[in-house]
């Protein structure tokens, strides 16, 4: 009976800490970020990177944008603070997960989620109940369920809060910005530059050799 009150205490003490870090649980031993990693998540790692004496401009590039005015404004304006941050580098985004970690009570490893989790999210996240009130709602409002682009000409990105919530409470795991794997070079979903009708591009293997304004990242908690 003790050992029976113990396991039970650790099991409620880990689903509130990562309540209280906006994690979803995924498997038994598997959580991941709600959303996006965002321009306010960024800001409060830029200030542990200056404390440990390093630059943060080795880790995030602010000339991604193709438009001036988001170069100039979307990561300093306040009004951008819970947009999805972009810009930043492989080893940017994993040393961001890290530092998550660190921050933690949780003892398991904080790292970025691999092709087959982003996978399992965007196709098992549709499933049940809770989507498929979405998807009614949604035709009778003719609403989008992602952020994407629905003509040839690009859209915009969205907070990282932005549209609905999957089953297991995820967002945006489909677009918005396409989201870095574990793999240097590999991302997975799709982002706001694509097109509605390309049916392919939420479940192939996105590809970059550089950081984005269509690339962003979220963490995983392996137990």
């Known amino acids: 009976m003790k050992n029976y009150h113990i396991i039970t205490f650790f099991i409620l003490f880990a689903a509130f800490s990562f309540k209280k870090m906006d994690m979803a649980e995924i498997t038994s031993n598997l959580y991941m970020d709600k959303y996006e990693v965002t321009n306010a998540d960024w800001k409060s790692f830029e200030k542990h990177l200056i404390n440990e004496g390093e630059n943060p401009a080795e880790y995030r590039k602010n000339d991604v944008w193709k438009w001036q005015p988001f170069t100039d404004n979307y990561y300093s304006n306040i009004a951008y603070e819970d947009?999805?941050?972009?810009?930043?580098?492989?080893?940017?985004?994993?040393?961001?997960?890290?530092?998550?970690?660190s921050q933690s009570e949780i003892s398991g490893t904080f790292r970025l989620p691999t092709f087959a989790e982003i996978q399992y999210q965007i196709q098992e996240g549709e499933q049940g109940r809770k989507w498929q009130k979405w998807q009614?709602?949604?035709?009778?409002?003719?609403?989008?369920?992602?952020?994407?682009?629905?003509t040839k000409m690009n859209h915009v990105?969205?907070?990282?809060?932005?549209?609905?919530?999957n089953k297991f409470g995820v967002y945006n795991i489909k677009g918005n910005v396409s989201e870095m794997t574990e793999v240097e070079g590999q991302a997975a979903g799709g982002s706001w530059t694509n097109i509605e009708d390309d049916k392919d591009w939420a479940t192939?293997?996105?590809t970059y050799d550089a950081p984005s304004d269509w690339l962003g990242f979220r963490c995983v908690c392996e137990l």
């Open 157 to 165: 990105v969205a907070p990282s809060k932005a549209y609905v919530d």
């Open 83 to 101: 947009y999805p941050v972009v810009g930043v580098t492989y080893r940017g985004a994993k040393k961001y997960c890290a530092w998550k970690g």
């Open 204 to 206: 192939q293997t996105q």
């Open 136 to 150: 009614k709602r949604a035709r009778k409002r003719t609403e989008r369920l992602y952020n994407f682009s629905n």
